[in-house]
Structure formats: structure tokens, C-alpha cells
């Protein structure tokens, strides 16, 4: 399949990307692709949920006639587009060592022949060497408690500066420091929104986090036109589209976040692992609210991700 490449593939090699046809086919002729990330996957969400949603995110975005294409890494080398098999490779309680692949882990995995899930920040990478505009998540990365000290600073909010694409997501968790990441954000430059909600910018598993983004836009022709306008600064927006019905009281999910980074505080997790230790004991705690609220919102995002590509794509027809 490596002959028919029209599209530009910037700052990754092409020959270390198995694209499918699909994806291929898509760029090639100009029709809408949505990029989807496998960390979520391998370390977001428990299995089987893990491959049940990633499959109904593909399942939602295809009934709009538009092609998934989620991105991760199997044995060394990246997907573009993984089928059933592949994701549930990926899905399944590892057998083989699975990493957390932000930008600077693809140099070790790919090179190990390793498996990996691709974050915010690794497949935003994939993403714009393929000239894909869209990608659908559930809450980004961003700058961590206690971040100002720690520099522990998701990578996700540098590479979104790096690229013109949309990501949709849920706003960021209040695990996070949401203040200083929008701080951070307008540093870097990337144009933060917020989806109908009069300009509060949300907090995932609330509607609100208590800061308000730089603009709000109300439909999908909108937010269209902010991806449509990023692609002269070069810098990506970060959409965020409030959950429709909360379920958790803002009170209980702020209790179970504060306790478990208390145990994860205790019990020295570092780093990379911070993000999905504090993620399964929210889950715990909350006694799996929080991983429904999780699913849902991932659900919606989806829908509203596949109207925003429908309407640019039809601008541009
Ligand atoms: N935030 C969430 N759920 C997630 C993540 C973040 O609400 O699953 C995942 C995403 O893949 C994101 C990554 O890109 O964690 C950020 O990790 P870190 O904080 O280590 O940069
Ligand atoms: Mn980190």
C-alpha cells in the first residue's frame, strides 16, 4: 500500500505508520477522518469497557459516514486505523508490556517492537503528520497539583500548540490544576472554547469548573470555523463540551479526587502514572460512577466531533 501517498506526512517518518486503507483512502480524496487515542484504552478504562466504547466511539462516528482512525501502537509499529482485533490487543489486561506513549516514549517503543497507547499528546503527533483535523477524547492532560513545583506539565498542552487540529474533549479534571492549564494553554498559544455553555469552561464530570475559556461557540458551524481559522496560526483548539447530565455531585468527585491522590501520594507514584493510578481510584471511590460518566461524555464527544467534521467538510464542498 505504500505507493499511493498524495497527503504530506510531516515529522514522522511514513514508513514507520501502517495507515489502512480506509484512513488512506479518506485523506487521499479529502473526506472527513476523525483521530481517536489509545490510551484511554490501555490506560484509561477497565477491560472489557475499555473495547466496548472504543468500538461504539468508531460505531458513532462512521453512522455519520465519517472514518475513525484510532491511532496506537502494535509491536513496534503505529496504526493508523485498527480493527476489532488489533484494538482488543491493545485492550486486554497486557500480556506484553503496554506504554503510556506520549511524544517522547516513541523513540523506545518503536525501536523495542513494544506495544503502546497513544495519549492526547502522542497521537496528536500521528494525527497532524497524516493531515488529520479532528480528534475526539475524553479530558486532556495538563498541568498537575502542585505542577508549578513539580514541572509535571502533560505534554498533551505543548503538542497541542504544535498543530492545527480540533480536539474535542470534556474539559480537564479537577485532578488537575484547570487554572494554570489555561494559563499554560494561552501561553503556548492554543485557542481554548468552550461548547454551549456560556463561555464556563467545563470540568468532566461537572459541567463547571469555576474558570471561564477565552470564547464559547453554540453550534458545529462554530466550532468549524475556529478549526477552519487555526490553520493560519498553526496552533490547535481545544473544544470543550460540558457533559450533558451529571451524575456525580461536584462535592463527592472532589472528595474522591482528594483522596486518591492522597494514596497516590503515599504510596510514591510518580510521573506517567500518576494520571491513570488517580483515574482507577476516582473509579473506586466513586464505585464506578465516575468510569460511567467517563463512557458517556466519551459518547457524546463523538457525536459533536462528528458534526463539526460533517459541517467543514461541507464549507468546503
Ligand atoms: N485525562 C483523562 N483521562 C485520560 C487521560 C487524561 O481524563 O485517560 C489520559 C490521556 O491519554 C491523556 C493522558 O493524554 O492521560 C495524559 O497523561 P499525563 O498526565 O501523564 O500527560
Ligand atoms: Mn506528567
Redesign the pocket.
Known sequence: MKGNFKYVCRYFSRSSIDVTPEVKNALNNKKPVIAL?S??IT??LPYPKNVETALEMEHIIKSHNIIPATIGIINGRVKAGMCHEQINVLGLPAEKKTV?V?RRDFPYVLSQGLNGGT???GTLVIANALGIKFFV?????GV?IDGQNSLDI???LIELSRCAIIVVSAGI?SILDIGRTLEYLETVGVCVASYDSNGEFPA?YTKQSGYQSVCNVTSPSEAAGLLEQCQNTGSGVLLAVPILEERIKKTDIDKAIKNARQICEKQGIMG?N???FV?SEVSRLTKGLSMDTNISLLKNNSLVGSKIAMEYYSKLS
Do not use: W
Open positions: 487515542e490510551a484511554l490506560h484509561g503510556k506520549s495519549t492526547v499528546s477524547t475524553g479530558g486532556i492532560g498537575h502533560s505534554a498533551d479534571k468532566f506517567k500518576i494520571t491513570p483515574l
